[in-house]
């Protein structure tokens, strides 16, 4: 709708009041012209035909001359009639009475009032027209605004159900490459767990290289010591070569250490009682002992050690497979 177009009521309301203005003034005219009065028709002039009979009888001769001239004037008077016109003319029309005026006047007062209904009707079936044309144009508009609105709520579900889908594409996505993320972190953890394993595994060995080479090296350490007790004291020789014995088969570490300890103390003893006992006739069957200590030494020693080197490589092979099951259960 133009923004400069007045409203259809304003130009109802401006079309009526000129309409109604025009019948006004024409109702003032048609009432000015009844209530005038109407022109004066002319007067009519009659002839009168004086027969001689209709005359009065002559007065006496004093009034003959009066009456003489009032004939003369009388006959001055009347008119010259013309035979040659016709005796029965119609007669003018009388003047129009009031109650005809009045008659006339409301019958125009009808006229214009139908005219005014007529043109009312008119008016009114046009604004119905209009009307109708505006509320069918109403109607159009609020189809189309409906149709719209339609459009955009149906736009507006197929862009949330684009964006549903969407977000449910980007969650699986995100599920996707968390379940990627976390397959490569347990793989990253378990090459780890067994890297760390083959440490430990690897550190374990060494372990136990460094044991066994700790184990030999006490031996050969235990084994001087030994000899050079046994050199010294036959039978503290021979109790401190049954306590190693014992000592290196119930635990390996504290048996080498307590070991070294007890034949330091037993030596260092056994020299000391040797020097203080010491005797001239006492030297060979000491000589024949030592021998025969160390002999029986060196054959225990070598028994035990054996004996040991046996047990270490079967505790180390045991605790070896014992890792292994671990590692595997793992």
Do not use: Y
């Not at 409301?106 to 509320?135: I, P, T, V, Y």
């Not at 339609?150 to 977000?167: C, G, I, L, T």
């Not at 390996?252 to 037993?266: F, I, L, S």
């Not at 203080?276 to 054959?299: H, N």
Request: hydrophobic fraction near 35%.
């Amino acid at each position: 709708m133009n923004k400069n177009q007045k409203p259809p009521f304003k130009q109802n309301a401006i079309a009526l009041s000129f309409t109604l203005g025009v019948h006004a003034i024409a109702i003032v005219g048609l009432l000015f012209l009844g209530l005038s009065k109407p022109p004066e028709q002319p007067k009519k002039l009659t002839t009168v035909l004086v027969k001689p009979e209709d005359l009065p009888p002559p007065l006496a001769k004093e009034v003959e001359q009066p009456t003489v001239a009032e004939n003369q004037a009388e006959e001055v008077l009347s008119p010259i009639v013309d035979e040659t016109l016709p005796q029965n003319l119609p007669a003018a029309p009388p003047p129009p009475t009031a109650q005809q005026l009045a008659a006339q006047k409301q019958k125009a007062e009808q006229a214009q009032q139908a005219k005014l209904a007529e043109e009312k009707r008119k008016a009114e079936e046009a604004a119905k027209a209009k009307q109708a044309a505006e509320q069918q144009r109403l109607e159009e508009a609020q189809k189309q605004q409906a149709e719209a609105k339609r459009q955009a709520e149906a736009k507006a579900r197929a862009e949330a159900e684009q964006k549903r889908k969407a977000e449910q594409n980007a969650k699986a996505e995100a599920d996707a490459k968390a379940r990627q993320k976390a397959t490569e972190e347990a793989k990253r953890k378990a090459e780890t767990e067994a890297r760390l394993k083959r440490e430990a595994q690897k550190a374990e060995n060494a372990k136990l290289q460094a044991q066994q080479e700790a184990k030999r090296k006490a031996e050969a350490d235990a084994k001087a010591k030994q000899q050079k007790a046994a050199e010294d004291a036959k039978r503290k020789a021979e109790s401190d070569a049954k306590a190693k014995q014992q000592a290196a088969d119930n635990a390996k570490r504290k048996a080498e250490a307590d070991a070294k300890a007890k034949q330091q103390k037993a030596a260092e003893d056994a020299k000391r009682k040797a020097e203080a006992d010491a005797k001239p006739k006492q030297q060979k069957a000491a000589e024949d002992a030592k021998r025969k200590a160390e002999a029986d030494a060196k054959a225990k020693q070598q028994k035990a050690a054996e004996d040991a080197k046996r047990k270490a490589e079967a505790d180390a092979k045991a605790k070896q497979q014992k890792a292994a099951e671990d590692a595997k259960r793992k």
